[in-house]
């Protein structure tokens, strides 16, 4: 994998759980933080990405740059394309 990825997320989260199953059936394991336990976490997706929503996936690519993306389905359509 070329690409890092660090899922932010909160157990009690619907939209979380959606990517989480996705994430199970394809068999992908990536490191997971949960903004609602994790107040380091909810700082960083906060001032990395803009906001606080969850789920949000942080792409590190391999030059270093980082992207933050929200949205299930997008985070789902991504990680089916880049990670499966
Ligand atoms: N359409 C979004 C919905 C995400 C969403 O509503 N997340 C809630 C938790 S279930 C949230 O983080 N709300 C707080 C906020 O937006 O700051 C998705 O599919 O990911």
Redesign the pocket.
């Known amino acids: 994998m070329s690409e890092q990825y660090v899922l932010y997320k ?1 157990d009690w ?3 979380c759980r959606r990517v989480r199953a996705f994430l199970a059936d394809a068999g992908i394991e990536i490191p997971m933080r949960d903004t609602m336990r994790d107040r380091e976490a909810d700082r960083e997706l906060r001032d990395g990405g803009g ?5 949000c996936l942080r792409i590190t690519s391999e030059d270093g740059e980082v992207r933050w993306l ?4 997008d985070i789902i359509e991504y990680l089916d394309a880049h990670a499966a």
Do not use: I, K, L
């Open positions: 909160q989260c619907f939209f906001r606080g929503t969850v789920p929200y949205e299930s389905r």
